[in-house]
């Protein structure tokens, strides 16, 4: 159901869904359908494409509260991906979004916005104080412009090749130790790759957010091996996700 600005949001506080890694992998990416994408990488790939299919700020509703608190180190213009966490400070046009690591996520919604509790269709009044939402859309810095919201999303492990260690907060001024889970695709080279878009990113970034909570997904890239990194910010600890060719996570530094 489309958003409408003029509906009156409830604010009923459910009980927040235990945090820890979801896997809304196998629900959520039956029911995506964006066509967003982007870059975040230092020196844009000469492989990249432009993100042409990003939404513009004229396609949203308006905006809600600012970001605050947490850090992000995203270096490109809007791309596809998402964040989870908690909602909070509701407006007619969008709310903030705690992950579970603290980053506060500023989530703006529009006409085209579509949303869902659990693996059901619902409307806007679904989204409420309190409740575990996960989101998905165009995110410049620590600001998402929603394409889907689902609320409730189910918990679970999403599936990787390792037992993945736990996201680091952000902390400023405090950078986390080198670090790799997993493994790391051979021969990758930081801001390599062409830039996905639609479901693919969108299933990326939900297997890379149900193995690494606490982040956000700012970009999804296929690598020249045809596995994929997903660039995180918002925590110290990952900055890049791996995937395999099925979506599989393999590693993360």
């Not at 396609?59 to 608190?69: E, F, R």
């Not at 619902?122 to 409740?131: E, I, K, L, N």
């Not at 599936?159 to 997993?182: E, I, L, M, N, R």
Request: aromatic fraction near 6%.
């Amino acid at each position: 159901m489309n958003y409408d600005p003029t509906t009156t949001r409830r604010s009923v506080i459910r009980r927040v869904l235990p945090n820890g890694r979801s896997g809304w992998i196998a629900a959520a990416a039956l029911s995506v359908a964006i066509g967003l994408s982007g870059c975040a990488a230092a020196t844009p790939s000469t492989t990249a494409a432009t993100p042409a299919a990003t939404a513009t700020p004229s396609a949203t509703a308006g905006h809600g509260p600012a970001a605050a608190g947490g850090g992000s180190n995203a270096r490109s213009g809007a791309a596809a991906g998402g964040a989870s966490g908690t909602v909070s400070n509701l407006t007619t046009s969008g709310f903030t979004l705690t992950t579970s690591a603290g980053q506060k996520v500023t989530i703006t919604e529009a006409s085209s916005t579509t949303y869902e509790k659990g693996t059901s269709s619902a409307s806007v009044s679904a989204v409420t104080a309190g409740a575990s939402a996960l989101v998905l859309g165009t995110v410049s810095g620590t600001t998402i412009a929603a394409t889907q919201i689902t609320v409730q999303p189910a918990s679970g492990a999403g599936p990787t090749t390792y037992t993945p260690s736990s996201a680091v907060p952000f902390k400023q001024g405090s950078p986390s130790a080198a670090k790799t889970d997993g493994q790391i695709p051979a021969n990758y080279t930081e801001g390599s790759g062409t830039i996905q878009t639609g479901t693919t990113a969108n299933t990326a970034t939900l297997a890379a957010l149900a193995a690494y909570s606490g982040g956000v997904v700012d970009r999804v890239v296929k690598l020249s091996n045809g596995e994929y990194e997903v660039h995180y910010i918002g925590v110290n600890w990952p900055h890049h996700i791996f995937l395999s060719t099925d979506f599989t996570v393999v590693g993360a530094n």
